[in-house]
Nanobody
Framework: QVQLVESGGGSVQTGGSLRLSCVASGSSNSRYCMGWFRQVPGKEREGVAAITSGGYTVYVDSVKGRFTISQDNAKPTLYLQMNSLKPDDTAMYYC?????????????????WGQGTQVTVSS
């Protein structure tokens, strides 16, 4: 059974940067594609960025130009570099994987989820 463990969250001021990591263990990750999602209490979880096995990336409009998703298949580890952070980016961030819907930002298309890492951006 796969285990996804996120790390790298924290508290930063507006304009700051954070790099999130997600390590997958417990089963082969080679047939899966990964994504980052975030959720604020009382709101629905939303897709932030996704990456295919070939390195094709997709972003929600609100983070384009500021966030970069990448992966190291040898480890295997998923990353989310977040620059120019804004208070609206404050949320719990989750990594997840999907087998059949690579590049999707839709929550329901992902099967395995991590426990999340909190990102807080103060003004």
């Amino acid at each position: 059974q796969v285990q996804l463990v996120e790390s790298g969250g924290g508290s930063v001021q507006t304009g700051g940067s954070l790099r999130l990591s997600c390590v997958a263990s417990g089963s082969s990750n080679s047939r899966y594609c990964m994504g980052w999602f975030r959720q604020v209490p009382g709101k629905e979880r939303e897709g932030v960025a996704a990456i295919t096995s070939g390195g094709y990336t997709v972003y929600v409009d609100s983070v384009k130009g500021r966030f970069t998703i990448s992966q190291d298949n040898a480890k295997p580890t998923l990353y989310l570099q977040m620059n120019s952070l804004k208070p609206d980016d404050t949320a719990m961030y989750y990594c997840a994987r999907t087998r059949y819907f690579c590049g999707s930002l839709r929550v329901e298309r992902y099967n395995d989820w991590g426990q999340g890492t909190q990102v807080t951006v103060s003004s």
